[in-house]
């Protein structure tokens, strides 16, 4: 299974165009910070979250499902203060019983494993960041960050 997983796209709409057409994805995740960029862009399999930039949008501010037996998060990372550092993040991903947090935000790439949970951030894709996820048959998770220009 192949996602993308797209962040703070802040107006950039010919950069999501761009990644859109570049590959199949069987998900795209959006992770806030640009919902209005989605307008007319018709995707069967697509999760978003708002972000703080993403005033009067009726989307949650974080998303918790279950994909491929993985249990997942996407949140911008706002309601979570990451700027100031992920342990408010990782303590309720912790209670939650969550493998995999994707969040955005801070505009800055970034993948850490912590107590068991991959912390995944796209990057900014208004400077042309994002990131694929693949997982396995047997639920193994890879993460490559890439560019779009």
Not at 7 to 13: K, L, Q, W
Not at 17 to 41: T, Y
Not at 49 to 76: Q, Y
Request: hydrophobic letters at 40%; a positive charge; proline letters at 1%.
């Amino acid at each position: 299974m192949k996602i993308c997983v797209i962040s703070d796209s802040h107006g950039r709409r010919g950069l999501l165009e761009k990644v859109l057409e570049s590959e199949n994805f069987n998900w795209v995740f959006f992770l806030g910070d640009g919902l209005n960029d989605f307008k007319n862009i018709n995707l069967k399999n697509i999760k978003k979250v708002s972000g703080n930039c993403d005033l009067f949008s009726c989307e949650a501010g974080t998303l918790i499902f279950s994909l491929n037996g993985i249990k997942i998060m996407l949140t911008h990372g706002h309601l979570f203060k990451v700027k100031a550092g992920n342990n408010e993040l990782i303590q309720y991903a912790k209670k939650q019983g969550i493998k995999l947090v994707c969040y955005g935000h801070t505009h800055k790439e970034s993948l850490n494993i912590l107590d068991n949970i991959m912390l995944l951030n796209p990057g900014a894709l208004k400077d042309g960041k994002y990131a694929i996820i693949t997982i396995d048959n047997s639920g193994g998770i890879g993460v490559d960050f890439a560019r779009c220009e």
